[in-house]
RNA sequence: GCGGCUUUGGUGAAGUGGUUAACACACUGGAUUGUGGCUCCAGCAUGCAUGGGUUCGACCCCCAUAAGUCGCCCCA
């Protein structure tokens, strides 16, 4: 138990470092072309601000959150994702005042209280952008080709992006009730779940596995017939930036978002192959939520992506070759007589800036030599009582096994022209 | 929160109701005194997830718990 993480945490050990760091670069990189500037908030909040924002009934308030009580009796939540911590600081923080249009980007932790599983974890990271202030569609579209060129400058291929419209305040009540109109006289055929959904969320029924296939979901109403006037012309819209950006994607009408806030565009980008925990990234229109928070009707809208299912993604389509970091040279002490001249060494060539490694525990030549080996190093810098008090080196190339003695003054520099030429 | 499967050393794993828990890799040391990658030799689990129980005796049987994994729910 002491020696073992929490349940649904995990630790990035040195060998996975350079995968995240890799992600995170082109993170930066991609946001930084669209204009998007970090913005980095706590990882708790006051719990009210994901009831007002995520919404109470979602499953992700109802049974998901890590809430706690503080010393102070304040109620807190460990952020369960990253928009309504966003809006809030955008509206503590008055950012609207620079500009009418805010384009902001996170990446962090996040957490939420699930059942783990590959692609889902308690602790895990999501980088997500969040475009507050317009209500152009052009604005969608531009947050959605975010979303895919990331993936896309991250090598990740055979990823479908869905598309769809779950409409806004004035024509989802329509929608739902269409819906109700038609699962009533044949609840029974539907399952125990969808049963329950029926009054709570009718627009997930669309989505069941277990009813899937069923003639009077296919011929159920879509949501896109019962779109008002106003929605309708936004969705094509961003239909018709995305198609002449030349990105392919699929309507699904059946694509619904869990997080109550969402308005108008939804969408989500898939990797089938990854299993149950397919959807690696999501989002869409908010138009609702900075006012629910406590600001002045500001429409907005962003998406976030599951950074463990990316590189998730990224492993199974093999896009990181093991990179195997090797020392330019390793130092070999033979006896106490050495040691010391030997550390210097070490030193000098640290700050001309190779990598350079010794051994610590006094150990035989051979051992030393086997330890180069594994390091990689390109060269052995053999210093033995002889050396020392000839002020040489013995320096062996341990690609080419050949050695030769170099006067200690040269030998940084030696190393030098070769490793770097 | 619900269901299926799984859990042996650093890793991959074999194994049987009963004296020393295979094998491989990794690791450490060595093969005439200061030289690596190949080869050879040796060392390396008082313990088989944890806690109970059955039994003369359990790593192998039963129960519970935990963790992992897959699926449901939900989401990224």
Redesign the pocket.
Known sequence: ?LT?A???TKDILPAHVDAWLFVEEKIRDICKKYGFKEIRTPIFEHTELFHRGIGEG???VD??MYTFLDRGDRSITLRP?GTASVVRSYLQNKLYAENSFTKLFYVGS?F?Y????????RE?H?MGVEAIGEENPSADAEVILLAVNFLKSLGLADLKLSLNSVGCPKCRPVYRKALQDHFRDKLDSLCG?CRD?FER?PL?IL????DAGKDFIENAPKITDCLCDECQEHFEQVQRYLTEAGVEFELDPRL????DYYTKTAF??KYDLL?????????GRYDGLVEQIGGKPTPAVG????L??VLLVMEQQKLFPPKETKADAFVVA?GDFAKIPAFQLLQKLRDAGLHAEMDY?G?????Q??????AGARF?L?L????VRESVV?L??????E?QKVAIEEIVKKIIAEVKG
């Open positions: 138990m073992n929490p349940r649904g979602t499953d992700v049974k998901e994702e996040m939420r699930d059942r783990p599983q590959a692609g889902r974890m895990f999501q779940d959904r969320s997930r989505d069941c596995k277990a619904v978002r869990g997080l989500e980008i299993g149950a925990q397919s959807a690696v990234a999501g989002g998406f976030a992506a599951g463990e299912r033979l525990a150990r035989s030549m051979k051992a030599m086997k330890q180069a080996n594994k052995a053999i033995g009582e002889d050396e013995m062996r190339d341990m690609e080419k096994s050695q």
